[in-house]
């Protein structure tokens, strides 16, 4: 059985419920299929703590794919497929009032980092009923971006980050679970692709 991995966010600013939690817990209700084993965790919005709990993901688990999921409060109806993570530019202080030093995940680490699977592929080949999904090669530069880019980074590229949009009265949990059903299960196709 194959190990996947997936995190979604605590609350911050004004969203006590984290849509990008509830989607995840809703997918891990759903299922991923018999031969994955489907690991969920919420991550804090706070950078240390939240590097933290990805270093351990990547060291003890070594799962075969790391979905991470984050909410885009910008986002009314998009699901936006995250290529790519950047090391510097983190300026913007967490809900503990903390910003990385040198505003940058891993000191020394390249510039950006481009995950292993290919979202362009991905959302050529992927929709969802209500809801439309674009391309992004740019997660935000806050908590998304900065766990995206450490997880690439211990994970030698084999991670993902999808955001999906704040939850309301057509885009509820159930709704996103489904829809990140969807688009997990077409990714894990690439992942066997690549393998084989």
């Not at 292993?116 to 991905?122: A, E, S």
């Not at 880019?149 to 489904?178: C, D, Q, W």
Request: glycine residues 8%.
């Amino acid at each position: 059985n194959h190990l996947s991995f997936f995190s979604g966010f605590g609350p911050f600013r004004q969203y006590l419920v984290n849509s990008s939690w509830e989607a995840v817990k809703e997918l891990s209700k759903r299922g991923l299929g018999e031969n994955i084993d489907l690991q969920i965790m919420q991550l804090p919005v706070v950078y240390q703590k939240a590097k933290e709990q990805v270093c351990k993901i990547w060291t003890t688990l070594q799962p075969l794919l790391t979905v991470h999921v984050g909410l885009a409060s910008s986002a009314t109806a998009l699901i936006i497929l995250e290529q790519c993570g950047k090391n510097k530019g983190y300026q913007e202080r967490d809900a503990c009032g903390f910003h990385p030093e040198g505003a940058c995940c891993v000191l020394d680490g390249p510039e950006k980092i481009e995950s292993t699977i290919n979202m362009k592929t991905l959302w050529k080949n992927t929709s969802v009923e209500g809801i439309d999904i674009i391309l992004s090669r740019d997660a935000g530069r806050y908590i998304c971006d900065y766990t995206y880019y450490t997880s690439l980074y211990y994970g030698n590229g084999r991670a993902a980050f999808i955001h999906v949009p704040p939850l309301s009265e057509s885009v509820t949990a159930e709704f996103l679970g489904k829809a990140l059903q969807t688009i997990i299960l077409a990714m894990l196709e690439q992942c066997g692709e690549q393998r084989d």
